[in-house]
């Protein structure tokens, strides 16, 4: 567990409108205004589309008002012609997602692509079922993961590890989760905190943010319907704007709207557009 000071203490209240670090996992939806930098979309929601054009799909991502985009892979474009395309509608991109596969391959390709596209974050995406299920497993990663990351942060660049609900059922008394947190130091790996999945895996990223201020980076923004599945943003229980006022102490930058199953791709991401405005600067 991270050494709390005072002043992070100071900090956690004033950022969760606390006394302590207890706080209800949901609140009135849109109880506090406050602006993040800019409203971002992991290109996973839309990957149907992006399957069938790229160039198109991403002119229609920034005509919604998205400014940044998170990968999930390039569908058989080159890095130079993801970059252009950026370039031509105006988005950037911080961030690709990978697979331990990936980790485990080429880096020297993976740092390349990255570099290329302007991306300063390579995220562990997920693990597959038979790849997460004993605690020696995730020891294993954090082993990889820390050799990864001195590689990447080498390169100027740096890992990032997306969560799922899986990581915070404990294996041998241990949380998965809180291990890599111990195992891999902040400079070699940072943490994209899925909003969704750590309430439904019924934690609470206050408590996070607090214990490991400034390591979660990147977020990705999707709501949780009554009963228990992704909804749009605003359409959900989660509230948001408490999330984004402890920006500061969480070390948020970027916003990542997401969905995983969209019935209606396009119509999902222009609905959470339409809730993620109010808190545009």
């Known amino acids: 567990m991270s050494h709390l000071t005072r002043r992070t203490m100071m900090k956690a209240g004033a950022a969760l409108g606390l006394t302590g670090l207890c706080a209800p996992m949901f609140t009135p939806a849109f109880a506090h205004r406050v602006t993040i930098p800019k409203v971002g979309l992991q ?3 839309v990957r149907d589309l992006m399957a069938q054009d790229v160039a198109g799909t991403l002119q229609q991502v920034a005509a919604l008002g998205y400014q940044e985009v998170e990968f999930a892979g390039y569908f058989g474009h080159s890095a130079q012609d993801i970059r252009h395309m950026l370039d031509q509608t105006g988005l ?6 990978v697979e331990l596969e990936d980790l485990q391959g080429d880096l020297d390709l993976l740092i ?4 290329t596209i302007g991306q300063k974050y390579i995220v562990m995406s997920w693990l597959r079922p038979e790849q997460r299920q004993t605690l020696d497993q995730f020891k294993s990663y954090a082993t990889l993961f820390n ?4 590689r990447f942060r080498a ?3 740096q890992l990032a590890y997306h969560n799922h609900a899986f990581e915070f059922e404990p294996l041998d008394g241990e949380m998965p989760y809180d291990l890599l947190l111990r195992d891999c130091p ?3 790996m940072q943490m994209e905190l899925d909003l969704y999945w750590i309430y439904q895996a019924g934690q609470d990223p206050f408590d996070y943010f607090a214990r490991h201020p400034g390591r979660f980076p990147l977020c990705h923004v999707k709501d949780r319907a009554a009963d228990g599945s992704i909804t749009e943003v605003g359409q959900g229980a989660i509230d948001f704007g408490r999330i984004f006022a402890a920006q500061e102490l969480a070390g948020l930058k970027h916003f990542y709207v997401e969905h995983d199953e969209p ?3 396009l119509l999902s991401i222009t609905t959470s557009m339409k809730t993620m405005q109010q808190w545009r600067a």
């Open 147 to 150: 050799k990864v990351g001195e």
């Open 155 to 157: 390169a100027g660049l």
């Open 186 to 188: 902040a400079d070699l």
């Open 92 to 97: 950037s991109s911080p961030s690709v997602h």
């Open 263 to 265: 019935k209606n791709a």
């Open 43 to 45: 290109l996973y929601t």
């Open 112 to 115: 390349e692509q990255a570099t």
